[in-house]
């Protein structure tokens, strides 16, 4: 369980919204929606320890019954997704999406992983592709299967389908749901689209007015 | 922790930048001395030759460049200046100077090209041409390389102006692209470029590389009277020397003071422009002249290397006969043996000072890489030792190594090239550093890996080509310094740049073209594999910088 307790976040002493406290259970969904520029980005960079300089941030985050906020970033175990996929482009798909694997286990065993990871999106074939010459649908799907083999215990969504068309946006949403329901991850996810709110499951938390 | 790079990277800097200069004028402002020297024949003069060359070339080369960037951009040549002007900003201005002289004497390939058939002549003319007393000549070899190094300096500024939308803005009211330029991008612009430009001015008053082989020589340029000075055994000359390096420091304030007002003019003179009204649409002329001016430019320069080559390895070669008469190797032969002993010397200090600033750059920008301001605000001051004449800053360096003594050391002589390599290197290394997309950072930590694996997996490979091309540029700095050798060496360090510029003033220069090839050959070599390493390495990656 994903739990916001009392987060509150300021610009000097302006607060950008009233506090956040928000529990989200194993394979649920919690919306952020709200108007641009509210911090609904910003909640997420919090969890996850980029919080910029200007931003002052207060409040406790317990992933699993454990205080996140002090932790490292790279300890929290948070799987981030962004609205372009950023994967890393120096590296061809396989091996994008085998960064996110822990260290350890031979390299067959690695690759089988990998491949697999592929199948199950529906990229098989694609490992030395360069990431350049994906859709950005296929970029979105190669993104998640990177967050998931890094085994995270939540995921926190920052707007990932905004950039693709709509029937695009409706297979990689299903995609996202069904590999979170299927691994019991609470996912937070930021949007604007309705569309988004309703496919999560209709949980939303209104931030500033809208 | 947090602080350490950037401290290091100041300290580096400032630290002997300050000393220097404190030391200069403290051991420099002698009355008696600085009486003498003002007095010394021929000084007046040499001061003001400094000053109008330096000038002049300053001025030309900004308009040059500004012209060349605004023409390149709006007509979608931008990648083939780049291209073209790298290996001229790299060739080391000795070498350069030495070239030069060998393409524009009256015994020159020029001369030789159009003799007998258009001149006429069967013997070189007894004309002025190189060392001209109005120091025409070092203005021109001056212009050649700093409208090179502004060219990049004001590309550098470009990518903090949004160039198209304002050149569509300046089309949509008529605007020709040329005058779109000049009244919507150059004044943006030209504050960047403050600090490169000044840089040019305080190289083109003190240097001494350039005007030792292409400047006036009854007087010469006032630095070539101190370097004179500086080199003679006797203490009361010497004395003479250090007073006189305070006065060209003086000089040079005063230039940059007349520089500035001329800017303000200009700026004045621009925003009068800005509101005549008239759009000046017709651009093909100043294209074709533009264009020519650059082709000239960049002939001679490629000349210039070549008459080095022909010279250094050419037999008996009479005028009017445009090559050698076959190959002698005769001067590589006797210089072969003084060459091999400066190489390890020269290569040494050239990765040294490469691979420490290579660190020392990355690390500081890792450090300010989200804020701009702070960024800038480094550059401009690792930018302070070129914005000091090296003969005022590099005695009072000297002195503080004596001091603490390690003057003569190889030690000291890196310092010394490291603090000419790091504004070069940060000037390539920090923008690339910034451009990288910050939420990497974001997404390697999401996915467990820590921040400095991360930089080591995510941003160092996207940082490859940015890292090869600065080092790249940071080795043709390090080799093409002779001052800063010379000078933290205390005469003892040799590398090809003192051979060469020693050869140069001894007049001898079938050996000055020797060391001209060798130094030439260092960024050449050095350019070559950054390029060739960047065109190889992640070939198939398309969106990797």
Known sequence: ?210 | MKVWPVTVLLACTLVPSAAGLAAAVFAGANLDALAAVLQAPGVPRAMLLSLWTGGIATILSLGLAHALVAMAVTGGWRQRLTTLSLPLLALPHLALGIGLVLVLAPSGLLMRGISPWLSGLDMPPDWHIVRDPAGLTLIFGLVIKETCFLIMALFAALAQVPVAPRLQRAASLGYGPLKGWLVTIAPSCQQQIGLPVAAVFVYGVGNVDLALTLGPDLPPTFAVILWRWLLDPSPLIQSQAHAGTVLLLVLTLFGLLGLWAAGRACRALVSAISVGGRRQRRVRPARIGLSGVAVIGWVVGGLAIVAIGLRSAGGLWRFPAVLPNGLSFTSWQSSFSTALSTLPMTAGLAVMSTLVALVLVLLGAEQVRTNPLRRQQLGQWLFVPLLLPQMTFLFGVQVLLVWIGIDGTALAVTWMHLIFVLPYMWGVLAPARAAVDPRYEQRVASLGVNRWSGWWRVTRPLLTRAMLLSCALGASVSLSLYLPTLFAGAGRIATAATEAAAAAGAGTLRLAAVHGILLSLGPLCAFSAAYGLGAVLYRHRKDVP
Do not use: W
Request: hydrophobic share 40%.
């Open chain 1, 1 to 210: 369980m994903l739990v916001f307790d009392n987060v509150t976040l300021s610009v000097g002493n302006r607060p950008l919204f009233p506090s956040l406290s928000a529990e989200v259970s194993a394979g649920d969904t919690l919306c952020l929606v709200g108007p641009s520029g509210v911090g609904k980005s910003s909640v997420l960079n919090y969890a996850c320890g980029f919080l910029p300089d200007d931003i002052e941030g207060a409040g406790e985050i317990t992933l699993e019954g454990q205080a996140i906020t002090q932790l490292p970033p790279n300890e929290r175990q948070l799987g981030r997704l962004f609205q372009d996929a950023l994967l890393f482009p120096h590296l061809s798909v396989a091996q994008n999406i085998a960064f996110g694997l822990a260290a350890g286990g031979s390299k067959r065993e690695r690759l089988a992983t990998v491949a697999d990871a592929l199948e199950r999106c529906g990229l098989a074939g694609f490992e030395d592709r360069d990431p350049a010459s994906l859709s950005g649908g296929q970029r979105a799907r190669v993104a998640l299967m990177q967050v998931l083999l890094a085994e995270p215990k939540a995921l926190l969504l920052d707007e990932p389908f905004s950039a693709l068309d709509r029937a695009t946006r409706q297979t990689v949403r299903k995609l996202v749901f069904r590999e979170a329901r299927t691994r019991q991850l609470p996912v937070v996810l930021v949007t604007h689209d309705p569309d988004d709110v309703q496919a999560a499951g209709g949980r939303s938390i209104q931030l500033g007015s809208g």
